[in-house]
């Protein structure tokens, strides 16, 4: 094992500190870390997926406003994540910071929130790149074995991911930065070929609020309502969606160089990196529509619909092509976040067979036993529950991960943790947490409205099930990570 792992002596010791050593192969630069929660993030997934969902709310207004506005409240939780995490990066993140700031009760339920969130994650990731896919190149399954093609098809996906996850961070890396590469690269494309092909801008679309819901009338994104104000904050899951995954660079940071420093830079960058240029191209692909209503009519298939439309077939296609590979690449580092999630928490007993779940292949450096367990969990989560709910569901479940330990901080922070690391917000930290943690409220309560209402059931049961496990079993066997004793 120790010829898999370079020496870094900052780090290790600073690891030490957090009472663990280096296990994992730690070769990832600053731009790979940020590269990862890029990746996650990819505008080209969930910004092109769930456009719809903007689009068939408030219309244009939900699109030019709400994807800005929603971005800075993921860019405030990106900045108190930050803070918690120059001071301790470990591959937990989240949960860790729970532990430490909050209390085991607070680390043991932010990690099963963080764990569930990512391993949905990954199955609505999945799940939106076949069906983009299909509809993007015309592909009609027969409609008796339809169902079956598309469990094959996201479930294959899925273990393929998990292939290049078991054999190590260095082919992961690779594979991850190329897929930065490919989201700037395809977005400034995509962006460009639209501007350039749309003959007249209509840029108060940007701005005009109209009512969408019981729209398309072949499915309606949102049920018929009048109130144009809460169709306005519906539309909002299509960022939130979309700004999602960028606690990567916190579970990958003890496989990342300068972590301290390079962890919370990634966080920060790949959020306002994504919100800035997914921004720009889902504007473009608004003004490109022949017009709103008619994008409106489409439904899901509305983002390669006004592609097709406005682009010569050669470059429609191949863009279309990119887009998928995007989304593919998207997964793959989904199952990287969620299972070094999954070892941290095994490492310190939090799962059921944790001595199986923490190992480390001596060959390649990686937990491949938890890189099977999230991508297997995923693929079976696929099958259950419909694309459209499995996004509202990692959507809150996520965010709830993000806060709690932010939440948790802001009381800590200067009475019971001192210790801050390189990068800190100062004075600014509280207030922004207090922002943070309603803003995932307000989150909570529209992630579970119809048609998602499915999602109070499997979070709420979620919420039940954590509950009877911690005071039943939990509250006494589990320890916490090490650092709970020590000092901060």
């Given at each position: 094992m120790a010829n898999h792992i370079q020496s870094h002596p900052d780090d290790e010791q600073l690891l030490r500190q957090l009472g663990y050593r280096q296990e994992l192969a730690r070769r990832m630069s600053g731009f790979s870390n940020f590269a990862i929660s890029l990746s996650i993030i990819c505008i080209l997934a969930g910004g092109i997926t769930s456009f719809h969902v903007g689009l068939c709310s408030a219309g244009g207004a939900s699109i030019g406003l709400g994807w800005p506005l929603a971005c800075l409240f993921s860019l405030t939780v990106a900045w108190t994540m930050g803070q918690i995490a120059s001071a301790?990066?470990?591959?937990?993140?989240?949960?860790?910071?729970?532990?430490?700031?909050?209390?085991?009760?607070?680390?043991?339920?932010t990690a099963w929130f963080n764990l569930t969130g990512l391993i949905t994650v990954l199955a609505a990731i999945n799940a939106g790149t076949y069906d983009f896919a299909m509809a993007a190149f015309n592909l009609t399954p027969p409609e008796a074995s339809a169902a079956a093609i598309r469990?094959?098809?996201?479930?294959?996906?899925?273990?393929?991911?998990?292939?290049?996850?078991?054999?190590?961070?260095?082919?992961?890396?690779?594979?991850?930065?190329?897929?930065?590469?490919?989201?700037?690269?395809?977005?400034?494309?995509?962006t460009l070929a639209l501007v350039l092909t749309t003959k007249h801008f209509e840029w108060s679309r940007l701005w005009t609020f109209a009512n969408f819901s019981g729209l398309?009338?072949?499915?309606?994104?949102?049920?018929?309502?009048?109130?144009?104000?809460?169709?306005?904050?519906?539309?909002?899951?299509?960022?939130?969606?979309?700004?999602?995954?960028?606690?990567?660079?916190?579970?990958?940071?003890?496989?990342?160089?300068?972590?301290?420093?390079?962890?919370?830079?990634?966080?920060?960058?790949?959020?306002?990196?994504?919100?800035?240029?997914?921004?720009?191209?889902?504007?473009?692909?608004?003004?490109?529509?022949?017009?709103?209503?008619?994008?409106?009519?489409?439904?899901?298939?509305v983002v390669h619909w006004a592609i097709k439309a406005a682009l010569p077939g050669g470059l429609a296609w191949t863009l279309l092509a990119g887009i998928v590979a995007a989304q593919y690449l998207c997964g793959l580092a989904a199952l990287t976040s969620g299972s070094r999630m999954m070892f941290a928490f095994a490492r310190d007993g939090g799962l059921p067979f944790s001595n199986r779940l923490r190992a480390i292949n001596p060959r390649t450096g990686s937990p491949s036993v938890a890189v099977w367990v999230s991508a297997s969990a995923s693929a079976a989560f696929t099958i259950l529950v419909p694309y459209t709910t499995i996004a509202a569901i990692c959507t809150v479940l996520i965010y709830i991960s993000y806060?709690?330990?932010?939440?948790?901080?802001?009381?800590?922070?200067?009475?019971t943790w001192t210790r801050l690391g390189p990068w800190q917000l100062g004075s600014w930290y509280r207030p922004l947490a207090a922002v943070a943690?309603?803003?995932?409220?307000?989150?909570?309560?529209?992630?579970?409205?119809?048609?998602?209402?499915?999602?109070?059931?499997?979070?709420?049961?979620?919420?039940?099930?954590?509950?009877?496990?911690?005071?039943?079993?939990?509250?006494?066997?589990?320890?916490?990570?090490?650092?709970?004793?020590?000092?901060?």
């Amino acid at each position: 094992m120790a010829n898999h792992i370079q020496s870094h002596p900052d780090d290790e010791q600073l690891l030490r500190q957090l009472g663990y050593r280096q296990e994992l192969a730690r070769r990832m630069s600053g731009f790979s870390n940020f590269a990862i929660s890029l990746s996650i993030i990819c505008i080209l997934a969930g910004g092109i997926t769930s456009f719809h969902v903007g689009l068939c709310s408030a219309g244009g207004a939900s699109i030019g406003l709400g994807w800005p506005l929603a971005c800075l409240f993921s860019l405030t939780v990106a900045w108190t994540m930050g803070q918690i995490a120059s001071a301790f990066p470990t591959a937990g993140g989240l949960y860790h910071w729970g532990s430490i700031l909050g209390g085991r009760a607070c680390g043991w339920v932010t990690a099963w929130f963080n764990l569930t969130g990512l391993i949905t994650v990954l199955a609505a990731i999945n799940a939106g790149t076949y069906d983009f896919a299909m509809a993007a190149f015309n592909l009609t399954p027969p409609e008796a074995s339809a169902a079956a093609i598309r469990t094959i098809v996201v479930v294959g996906m899925t273990l393929s991911q998990g292939m290049f996850n078991h054999y190590g961070i260095r082919l992961t890396t690779r594979l991850t930065d190329l897929s930065g590469y490919l989201i700037l690269a395809l977005t400034a494309a995509l962006t460009l070929a639209l501007v350039l092909t749309t003959k007249h801008f209509e840029w108060s679309r940007l701005w005009t609020f109209a009512n969408f819901s019981g729209l398309p009338e072949s499915g309606a994104v949102f049920p018929k309502q009048n109130n144009l104000a809460w169709l306005f904050a519906l539309g909002l899951l299509l960022p939130a969606y979309t700004i999602t995954g960028f606690d990567a660079s916190a579970h990958t940071s003890e496989e990342t160089i300068g972590a301290a420093r390079n962890v919370p830079r990634g966080i920060i960058r790949s959020v306002w990196v994504s919100g800035l240029f997914g921004w720009i191209l889902i504007c473009a692909i608004l003004l490109a529509l022949p017009s709103v209503r008619e994008g409106v009519d489409q439904g899901a298939n509305v983002v390669h619909w006004a592609i097709k439309a406005a682009l010569p077939g050669g470059l429609a296609w191949t863009l279309l092509a990119g887009i998928v590979a995007a989304q593919y690449l998207c997964g793959l580092a989904a199952l990287t976040s969620g299972s070094r999630m999954m070892f941290a928490f095994a490492r310190d007993g939090g799962l059921p067979f944790s001595n199986r779940l923490r190992a480390i292949n001596p060959r390649t450096g990686s937990p491949s036993v938890a890189v099977w367990v999230s991508a297997s969990a995923s693929a079976a989560f696929t099958i259950l529950v419909p694309y459209t709910t499995i996004a509202a569901i990692c959507t809150v479940l996520i965010y709830i991960s993000y806060v709690l330990p932010v939440a948790a901080g802001f009381f800590a922070v200067g009475r019971t943790w001192t210790r801050l690391g390189p990068w800190q917000l100062g004075s600014w930290y509280r207030p922004l947490a207090a922002v943070a943690v309603l803003g995932c409220l307000f989150l909570i309560v529209i992630g579970v409205q119809p048609p998602n209402q499915q999602a109070v059931w499997i979070i709420g049961s979620v919420v039940g099930l954590m509950l009877l496990v911690w005071f039943g079993l939990e509250r006494k066997r589990f320890k916490g990570p090490p650092q709970i004793n020590g000092g901060l």
